[in-house]
């Protein structure tokens, strides 16, 4: 009989106390995974939506920068307005490769959220859109007709969402304007995805904004200008640059002391759950006392008790860090559902990325801590004198 088998049959002899404890290696291992998991995914997801914006600087006007970068980000724009001139003059610089203004106004819709009411947010484009994002493609239908017309191009969601197609006309509250819909965007996994585009300056006519923007996207055509060129604006008075690399950093440092008072959190667990491992394990050996005792007068050596035990725990944590890892791929879609709900800024996309690689490693490292936890427990058993072994069991 080999040392796994009769580890199994000695822990199927406390099946409830070895259950919780393996429950207990699950849960801390499935917790680890899941963080790791989210580590990786969450700067992966931010970085995608950050590249599919297009461009490396946008332009807003004065305020708070973390805020204007957020909402942006989000889809909104704080409705902090800057003249259309700074377009026009930062258009005329030599360094730019692509520019693209936009105007994001919000209309109070009644009949949304099953008429709790909410907001709808139309962004004013023009063509330079496309050629910002060239990725940008058509499910159906076509570009506005002109550069001043009532017609409406609608991210994939919302078009899901309000159960439109080209051709419908969609009316906005409050303002009593209806526009045609004449396009439905692919999917992009940004929050464009989400929103209504209309011709920058019908966005300005219809919302009564004229010659305003809230944000001006630019890409220049050498990187390494960013700096000079961001130290060239700063002398107008009206409006402030953000750099999408400096928001990709900063939206990560928000996170980050969540994140560590999390992973903290995950390590504490393991930490019980080794202890609680090593607590089962201690009390199976001073049950089997008298068995140990009659094993080695028998002629089992130290080694073999030794193994016998140390498999145990190893068998404990193996099985554990296999059920933990099925529960974070089962529960990664339920955390990430949780993460959307607390975090400032959740960008699109798989918020929790759970690879092989990760799923090994925890696997390893749950192995790993079978082998520490098992190590007094067995050292202890091994150390038993057999005559006093099975005295003490009388």
């Known amino acids: 009989m080999n040392t796994i088998t009769i580890s199994l049959k000695n822990l199927k002899r406390k099946k409830i106390r070895s259950a919780l404890t393996i429950g207990g290696v699950a849960v801390a291992v499935a917790v680890l995974v899941s963080l790791l998991g989210f ?43 800057m003249e259309q001139k ?45 050629k910002l994002k060239p990725w940008a493609k058509f499910k159906s239908g076509k570009w506005f007709s002109g550069g001043d017309v009532n017609e409406v191009i609608i991210g994939f969601e919302a078009a899901e969402f309000e159960t439109r197609s080209v051709g419908d006309e969609v009316f906005i509250p409050g303002i009593g304007q209806i526009l045609k819909v004449v396009g439905i965007f692919e999917r992009t996994g940004t929050q464009d995805d989400g929103m209504m585009f209309i011709p920058l300056a019908s966005a300005q006519r219809i919302f009564s904004l004229p010659g305003k923007l809230t944000g001006i996207g630019v890409k220049l055509k050498d990187i390494h200008q960013i700096t000079k060129f961001e130290e060239d604006l700063y002398s107008v008075p009206e409006i402030q640059i953000i750099s999408m690399a400096q928001v990709r950093g900063t939206i990560l440092n928000l996170v980050s002391s969540a994140k560590v008072l999390a992973n903290a959190v995950a390590f504490i667990a393991i930490f019980i759950a080794a202890i609680g ?72 996309g798989k918020l929790v ?18 082998m520490v936890s098992g190590i007094y427990p067995a050292w202890r058993a091994s150390s038993m004198k057999p005559v006093q072994a099975i005295r003490s069991a009388e």
């Open 39 to 81: 580590d990786k995914g969450y700067q992966k997801s931010l970085t995608d939506n950050i590249d599919k914006m297009g461009y490396q600087l946008l332009v807003t006007a004065k305020g708070c920068p973390y805020e204007a970068a957020t909402m942006m980000l989000k889809g909104g724009g704080g409705l902090r307005y």
């Open 86 to 130: 700074v377009y026009d003059n930062i258009r005329t610089d030599v360094r730019v490769d692509k520019i693209s203004p936009q105007l994001v106004a919000t209309a109070f819709d009644p009949d949304l959220q099953k008429g709790q009411g909410g907001y709808t947010l139309y962004m004013g484009i023009n063509d330079d859109y496309l």
């Open 277 to 348: 491992v090593m607590n089962t394990i201690l009390m199976s050996v001073f049950e089997r006392t008298q068995e140990i005792g009659i094993s080695k007068a028998m002629g089992a050596s130290r080694l073999d008790v030794f193994k016998f035990i140390w498999s145990e725990t190893i068998l404990i944590c193996t099985l554990g860090g296999t059920i933990g890892c099925v529960l974070a791929i089962a529960g990664s879609g339920f955390v990430e559902f949780i993460i959307k709900k607390i975090l400032p800024y959740a960008p699109t």
């Open 353 to 370: 990325s759970i690879e092989p690689k990760l799923l090994i490693s925890a696997l390893i490292g749950a192995v790993i801590l079978g």
